[in-house]
């Protein structure tokens, strides 16, 4: 299913972000996060920057506090006071310069420490449970997650961590200022500051709210603008072919063009913005001279001290209104900031959701064995990730999706008729047990309904379909485009909630599935082969081959890799205990080791037709390949190369997905046919019918679109 990036507007829409007591509430839900992860070095960065902060000022005070000693000095012509004064200043300024780069290099680090946790924290909730699929195919309410992880989380801590210092010093320097002017000048002068700002807050504040929606919609486009140039790029050579680069062209264009758009109305509207904030700035200077004036004009100092007097408590007064103006100035980041925490948090919440919705399934059913058909349960996220494990009383059986009908039917009066595939005669009803004497079945579907998942008023793919998959019966899935044979194969993966139950048999062993397009990571060619699992340490550079012969090659492992490829397999439960003891055998000698691992790639690859791809990475199995694999592979190199992490994989079960679509007959047949040499069970996906799935598929399940399912042996 395609991404649709940020077309909706989702979450915004539903409560436009403003900074407000949910932005504050929003801010200390990730700050939290950034404590709880590091609680030690959290404290004691934000500890250590509080004190360089507090410490920058008060040298700033008394720094600020020399002019008015100098207007002392001078009129006495005092050569030796004014060069102690001059030395003393000299002190401050150095003292004052190194604080505050230490703050600084310290706001640094809580940048960089802060995005580490919560990038770590989104990406752990991202990837677990494949909430990365859920995410980006089933919801569609949160645009561009990958977005919000890179790119919004890093404008978020980088942004917040140079403002947050300001809201929390300001109120200590707010109170040592007003204490300050309080007595120098009198009440009236904090009392006229706090008036004036209160005003200017009052209005940055119903400004910033035209602003802030607009900078979520703007990273929501930028997203889209970022996403149709990724997809270009991918898919570039397809686009070349059918010449629609000038369609691509003025598409890529309309969207930027609506990005333009709203970029040009936050610049007008932070234009107002930017007028009050600079406005009240000025005024704040103004302000401080106007207090200064009552108590001078009213003649409250002699005009002895009068130079000195104006300029400690000019000092003083601008000082304590500047502190209000930079609250004040902080309307502007404060605004983009509060779009990014939004973005954020509706990611955090749908992850949270569905992380929370899979803990209370397992507790539940934990508490609770449920019988085939009992009880409903609503909510799609508990229906997507339900997962039940049961003893029955030949074997352990999981639940990998399970979600009951929510008709009031009784269950004992379920007539709906289904073919049961067990390997034998065909049998109906909806009550199930294993046969007696029969091999346990590696999957059972027991009245299994699905449609997609994004739209619930579609009729169902397929209804009440119930059957077995047996050990080494194969089985071929058919149908026209369109009739849910690939969303089957989502649903037995767990990735599309169901009506009914899927059972996995825990004697089924490993599965696995193949896309029709295969995913290729980023790496080496053995990373490529032992996806997804992650490449074999070896040392590649002892073993540099070419397309047919290998260097000193140790006479050991090459009888220990020929062993691998050519032990039989056990036909009832897979691979060889034998060859299970072989591929883990602790082999002290890592020379011997690293034999291994690149003999066994590279009979994976021999087997597949894609031994040439050793000379094409240097001969050089471990070595970071440089370029993109989907550029230098085609579409039937892909998926040879899928079949070969099969071959490496070694699966009991495997399901395929058009996976030989982008290969004619003969080298399809052969790449199953290495499969069923290793016993793994096939189930495939097929558009076009082969001369050879009798060879590996005994039944044929066929979809007709309209819910309806037949069941019938080759």
């Known amino acids: 299913m395609e991404k649709l990036g940020g077309t909706?507007?989702?979450?915004?829409?539903?409560?436009?972000?403003?900074?407000?007591?949910?932005?504050?509430?929003?801010?200390?839900?990730?700050?939290?996060?950034?404590?709880?992860?590091?609680?030690?070095?959290?404290?004691?960065?934000?500890?250590?920057?509080?004190?360089?902060?507090?410490?920058?000022?008060?040298?700033?005070?008394?720094?600020?506090?020399?002019?008015?000693?100098?207007?002392?000095?001078?009129?006495?012509?005092?050569?030796?006071?004014?060069?102690?004064?001059?030395?003393?200043?000299?002190?401050?300024?150095?003292?004052?310069?190194?604080?505050?780069?230490?703050?600084?290099?310290?706001?640094?680090?809580?940048?960089?420490?802060?995005?580490?946790?919560?990038?770590?924290?989104?990406?752990?909730?991202?990837?677990?449970?494949?909430?990365?699929?859920?995410?980006?195919?089933v919801d569609q309410t949160v645009d561009n997650p990958d977005?919000?992880?890179?790119?919004?989380?890093?404008?978020?801590?980088?942004?917040?961590?140079?403002?947050?210092?300001?809201?929390?010093?300001?109120?200590?320097?707010?109170?040592?200022?007003s204490y300050k002017t309080w007595s120098q000048v009198g009440?009236?002068?904090?009392?006229?500051?706090?008036?004036?700002?209160?005003?200017?807050?009052?209005?940055?504040?119903?400004?910033?709210?035209?602003?802030?929606?607009?900078?979520?919609?703007?990273?929501?486009?930028?997203?889209?603008?970022?996403?149709?140039?990724?997809?270009?790029?991918?898919?570039?050579?397809?686009?070349?072919?059918?010449?629609?680069?000038?369609?691509?062209?003025?598409?890529?264009?309309?969207?930027?063009?609506?990005?333009?758009?709203?970029?040009?109305?936050?610049?007008?509207?932070?234009?107002?913005?930017?007028?009050?904030?600079?406005?009240?700035?000025?005024?704040?200077?103004?302000?401080?001279?106007?207090i200064i004036a009552i108590p001078i004009l009213a003649g409250a100092y002699a005009d002895a001290d009068l130079a000195s007097i104006i300029s400690k408590a000019s000092f003083e007064t601008i000082y304590l209104v500047s502190q209000f103006t930079q609250l004040l100035d902080l309307s502007v980041p404060f605004g983009e900031i509060a779009g990014y925490c939004h973005r954020i948090t509706g990611l955090l919440n749908s992850l949270e959701s569905l992380d929370d919705s899979k803990s209370k399934s397992q507790s539940q059913r934990r508490r609770k064995p449920s019988s085939s058909r009992s009880g409903s349960d609503g909510n799609p996220l508990s229906r997507l990730l339900s997962c039940l494990s049961c003893d029955c009383k030949r074997g352990a059986y999981s639940v990998t999706s399970r979600v009951t009908s929510t008709s009031d039917e009784d269950d004992d009066d379920d007539t709906s008729s289904s073919a049961v595939y067990t390997g034998s005669e065909p049998a109906t009803g909806a009550g199930w047990k294993p046969q007696h004497g029969a091999p346990f079945p590696m999957y059972h579907l027991d009245a299994v309904s699905y449609s997609p998942p994004s739209n619930k008023t579609l009729a169902p793919l397929v209804k009440d379909l119930s059957l077995d998959i047996m050990p080494n019966s194969g089985m071929l899935i058919t149908g026209r485009t369109g009739s849910g044979k690939s969303s089957l194969l989502r649903a037995l993966k767990g990735l599309w909630p169901v009506h009914g139950e899927v059972w996995q048999s825990t004697e089924a062993g490993k599965v696995m599935f193949l896309p029709q397009q295969p995913f290729l990571t980023q790496g080496s060619l053995a990373q490529q082969v032992a996806y997804p699992d992650a490449a074999p340490a070896f040392d590649s550079r002892r073993h540099v081959r070419d397309n047919s012969n290998s260097v000193n090659v140790d006479q050991n492992a090459q009888q220990m890799c020929s062993s691998l490829d050519a032990l039989s397999v056990d036909s009832e439960h897979g691979t060889s205990p034998l060859l299970q003891s072989v591929s883990n055998v602790d082999v002290e000698d890592s020379e011997c080791q690293d034999e291994i691992q690149s003999e066994r790639i590279e009979s994976c690859l021999q087997r597949v037709g894609l031994e040439y791809l050793i000379s094409r990475a240097g001969g050089d199995l471990a070595a970071q390949m440089n370029w993109e694999w989907y550029d230098a592979l085609s579409p039937g190199e892909m998926q040879r190369l899928a079949f070969a992490r099969l071959l490496y994989q070694r699966p009991r079960m495997a399901f395929l997905d058009e996976s030989t679509s982008a290969l004619d007959d003969d080298a399809a047949h052969n790449l199953m046919k290495e499969c069923r040499t290793l016993g793994m069970t096939l189930v495939a996906v097929m558009h076009h019918r082969s001369p050879h799935e009798k060879e590996f598929f005994s039944h044929e399940l066929r979809l007709r679109g309209d819910g309806s399912w037949s069941l019938c042996a080759l």
């Open 8 to 137: 909706a507007m989702s979450h915004s829409a539903a409560r436009l972000p403003h900074v407000d007591g949910r932005f504050f509430r929003q801010v200390y839900r990730l700050v939290k996060i950034a404590y709880h992860a590091q609680p030690r070095r959290a404290t004691l960065l934000t500890v250590a920057l509080l004190l360089f902060v507090v410490g920058q000022k008060f040298l700033e005070y008394y720094t600020g506090l020399i002019p008015s000693q100098f207007y002392k000095v001078l009129p006495r012509r005092d050569r030796h006071a004014f060069l102690h004064l001059l030395g003393k200043s000299m002190g401050f300024i150095i003292g004052i310069a190194l604080v505050k780069s230490i703050a600084m290099f310290l706001t640094k680090l809580v940048y960089v420490t802060w995005r580490q946790v919560l990038v770590i924290h989104l990406q752990r909730l991202y990837i677990k449970n494949e909430s990365y699929f859920y995410v980006n195919c």
């Open 147 to 177: 977005q919000r992880i890179t790119q919004d989380v890093d404008r978020f801590c980088n942004n917040f961590s140079q403002q947050i210092l300001k809201l929390i010093v300001s109120p200590f320097t707010i109170i040592f200022y």
């Open 187 to 290: 009440w009236f002068a904090p009392v006229f500051v706090y008036i004036f700002f209160l005003m200017g807050l009052t209005i940055n504040r119903l400004l910033i709210s035209y602003v802030t929606p607009l900078v979520v919609r703007q990273e929501e486009l930028e997203g889209d603008f970022r996403y149709h140039h990724v997809q270009l790029r991918k898919r570039a050579e397809a686009v070349a072919f059918c010449g629609a680069g000038s369609l691509e062209g003025r598409k890529l264009l309309g969207t930027y063009q609506t990005l333009y758009w709203t970029q040009l109305k936050i610049t007008i509207r932070e234009l107002v913005l930017l007028v009050s904030v600079n406005g009240f700035d000025y005024l704040g200077s103004m302000l401080s001279y106007f």
